[in-house]
């Protein structure tokens, strides 16, 4: 990880983001269609810039935001003990196995007109819509993470004395965690999705799903795109910021993965 | 401290897909307290599924294992095991870490477990590396880590699994060498698996010859060699003679 290395993918990075925007540029000046509906960079950028300095598009982060992390959590609280379990227990994994089987598949927008007609529009339908999208990475990942444990590491635990809590503890968790962080990464990369289509059906509140849908109405093609802008940014700075310095800070270190980058 | 070991009649069966595996068959050996016992059979031939059975980890299909006259269960606490795998390692602990793990499992202090963990990474030479994580090492110094870490929390039987064959021959010497002196000042009963017939020699009080497909033991070599042993001397290379004719007659 020399800096030599971060600076130009860093470089090459931007560079790929500089080509798309060319080619919007492009399309927003061919005259195709009027430039209400596409509007070029500069204009875009203008909005954001209008909407970061009266904060509305940053109060629309953060709520979706907080939707995903509350989201996300729920995931956990419901998948991490089912996956682990699952992973240890045979029982446990015979029982749910065809449940998640068959629930996983389901996008959990289609979920989204009966927890409507269950809880009503607002905030609790957009968590259910977020943690249903996001709970099922969390268990198929720490299910697979624990059968993924060295039996090695098992062994040694044993004969040097371990009871099965401690075991749990210090060696299957610990062993299963690559598998959980990328279970629990994936469903945060779910659940942010999930919450741009909740927020539009089903949260009458703030929102960057909510902005897009009602920009709609006044025919604001700038809104819209300034709020996927802030949509794309926000993701992926939280991936940047949370995840990888979590992953640099652990798997990344134990040697259980390899560093983002890493392998050229 | 250390105990006694005694097999009977034990035999093992993998049941596989394509039928059933006879990996041992009914054998027969005992091993006296700090006793330095040596396996030593071609690849195959059901050396590492002797030393599961008897860690525990696998249940004989036939006969019995008495450790000091009990039978063998899967939560012994008082053997070390070191496999022939670079694996063992917990990868998410450092050096130090991992030897502390059985004192840290009998809930030593931690100023204790440090200074015990500290000994023995010095024993294996490698107490410079003991902040490093097992994947910035050497599969070679993995495997030294692994003895520290089994040796760190003082059982009374050490099981090792070709603990050196990975080692470049020069490392390999002065592991054997230490191993020796370890066994010497701790009366531990060792049961050492190799395929390596001066090996064998060099450490052994007795060597179980094995023959495989399936694994029985063919020959059981006591060997009273003076210690320290010199590999070069005439005695030495005349019992080396002898266990291998008993290994490939
Ligand atoms: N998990 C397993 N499932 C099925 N068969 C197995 C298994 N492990 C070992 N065997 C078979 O049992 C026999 C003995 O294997 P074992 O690993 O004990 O040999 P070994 O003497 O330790 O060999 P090596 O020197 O190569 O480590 C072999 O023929 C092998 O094919
Ligand atoms: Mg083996």
């Known amino acids: 990880m020399t800096s030599a290395f971060l600076s130009r993918s860093f470089w090459r990075g931007i560079a790929g983001l500089l080509l798309l925007a060319l080619l919007w540029e492009l399309f927003a000046r061919s005259g195709l269609f009027t430039q209400a509906l596409t509007p070029p960079i500069t204009r875009i950028a203008n909005t954001v810039w209008r909407t970061v300095l009266d904060g509305s598009i940053l109060e629309n982060a953060a709520y979706t935001l907080t939707r995903v992390l509350a989201g996300l959590l729920l995931a956990c609280l419901v998948g991490l003990p089912i996956g682990i379990l699952m992973g240890r227990f045979r029982a446990v994994e015979r029982f749910f196995l065809p449940l998640v089987s068959v629930l996983m598949p389901i996008p959990s927008l289609a979920w989204v007109p009966l927890f409507i007609l269950w809880f009503g529009i607002g905030e609790v339908t957009t968590l259910l819509v977020v943690g249903y999208a996001a709970t099922f990475p969390v268990i198929y990942n720490s299910w697979t993470g624990v059968r993924a444990v060295n039996p090695l590491w098992v062994r040694s635990a044993l004969a040097m004395g371990a009871g099965q809590r401690q075991l749990f503890r210090s060696v299957v968790l610990p062993g299963a965690s690559p598998y959980v962080f990328t279970g629990i990464r994936l469903a945060f990369g779910r659940g942010w999705i999930a919450v741009i289509g909740g927020e539009m059906l089903a949260n009458p509140a703030a929102g960057l799903g909510r902005a897009i849908f009602d920009a709609r109405e006044y025919l604001d093609s700038e809104v819209m795109l300034a709020s996927i802008f802030a949509i794309g940014v926000v993701g992926i700075a939280f991936e940047r910021l949370v995840f990888q310095s979590i992953e640099s800070r652990t798997v990344a270190r134990w040697g259980m993965v390899a560093a983002a980058g890493a392998r050229r | ?249």
């Open chain 2, 1 to 249: 401290m250390a105990q006694s070991i005694e097999a009977r009649n034990i035999s093992f069966q993998y049941d596989t897909a394509a039928g059933p595996v006879l990996a041992v068959k009914e054998a027969s050996f005992s091993v006296a307290p700090a006793e330095f016992l040596c396996v030593l059979g071609p690849s195959g031939c059901g050396k590492t599924t002797i030393l599961n059975m008897l860690a525990g980890f696998l249940t004989p299909t036939g006969g019995e294992i008495l450790m000091d006259g009990n039978p063998v269960t899967a939560r012994e606490h008082n053997r070390g095991v070191v496999f022939q795998d670079f694996a063992q390692l917990f990868p998410w602990r450092t050096a130090r870490q991992n030897v502390e793990f059985g004192l840290e499992m009998r809930g030593v202090s931690r100023e204790a477990r440090r200074e015990t963990a500290r000994q023995f990474l010095k024993l294996v030479k490698l107490e410079k590396f003991a902040d490093a994580y097992p994947h910035q090492l050497s599969g070679g110094m993995q495997q030294r880590i692994a003895i520290a870490r089994a040796l760190a929390y003082n059982p009374g039987v050490l099981l090792m699994d070709e603990p050196f064959a990975a080692l470049d021959a020069m490392t390999r010497d002065e592991m054997q060498k230490q191993l020796t002196e370890v066994w010497q000042e701790t009366r531990k009963t060792i049961v050492y698996i190799t395929h390596n017939v001066a090996e064998a020699v060099y450490l052994a009080d007795q060597i179980l010859v094995m023959a495989p497909h399936p694994g029985t033991i063919r020959a059981r070599i006591p060997l009273a060699l003076p210690r320290p042993r010199d590999p070069l001397s005439a005695n030495f290379v005349e019992m080396q003679r002898q266990v291998l004719a008993n290994l490939t007659h």
